[in-house]
């Protein structure tokens, strides 16, 4: 649908958004095109590939945002402070946005980077879905591993298991998604 360099040219119609967000190659755009079976979004074994916000309308109801991937460890300082003012007003202000979905890359250790992304989400108070990616490329002692060094990592939250390749996790993530989609807004306490 649109590809943003600011917010200021970011869809107006108020429609719900949910955002994919991780570091540069995690698989974001690959997780994307699985959800919607479709090569809509644009992947590359390159990282720092998605340098814009990019909105994808589904079904005329509601966006898949597929954000900028961060620790990309070539990018200059100029593409980490753009990317650093865009995300911080993109999570910090915008209103239609209903779930962040997390993703790490289940054969790397959580970064720095990564923390700092978790810390931020959970001080917003949006939902929060967490993904570990690229699970086919994993032994089951090996996925046994990445759990548990997940579950070290975020004291115990839960989270789905991906592959963009074979498809696992999709239908999971998909309840998540529709859930996110259908929660009430939050009305004010109104006391009589
Ligand atoms: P940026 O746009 O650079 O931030 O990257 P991204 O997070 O969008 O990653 P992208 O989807 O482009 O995937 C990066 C690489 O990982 C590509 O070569 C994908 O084919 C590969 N990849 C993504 N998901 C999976 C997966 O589930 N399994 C396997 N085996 N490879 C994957
Ligand atoms: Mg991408």
Aim: glycine residues 4%; contains cysteine.
């Amino acid at each position: 649908m649109k590809s943003v360099a600011c917010l200021n040219e970011a869809p107006r119609d108020q429609l719900p958004e949910i955002a994919f967000l991780g570091r540069s190659n995690v698989g974001k755009s690959s997780l994307i095109n699985s959800l919607l079976g479709t090569k809509l979004a644009r992947t590359s074994s390159t990282p720092g590939r998605t340098q814009l916000i990019n909105f994808y309308l589904v079904n005329q109801k509601f966006y898949f945002v597929d954000c900028p991937g961060y620790g990309y460890a070539k990018a200059p300082d100029s593409i980490r402070n753009q990317w650093h003012r865009l995300m911080e007003e993109y999570l910090e202000s915008r209103e239609p946005l209903k779930l962040n979905v997390l993703l790490l890359d289940s054969r790397v250790a959580p970064t720095p980077l990564d923390e700092q992304m978790l810390e931020w989400l959970m001080a917003y108070q949006k939902p929060l879905t967490l993904v570990l990616t690229k699970i086919d490329k994993l032994s089951s002692n090996e996925l046994r591993e990445a759990h548990r060094r997940l579950q070290r990592w975020t004291q115990n939250s839960s989270f789905i298991d991906y592959s963009a390749i074979q498809h696992i996790g999709r239908r999971e993530l998909w309840r998540e998604i529709l859930n996110a989609l259908s929660a009430p807004l939050r009305s004010p306490v109104v006391r009589s």
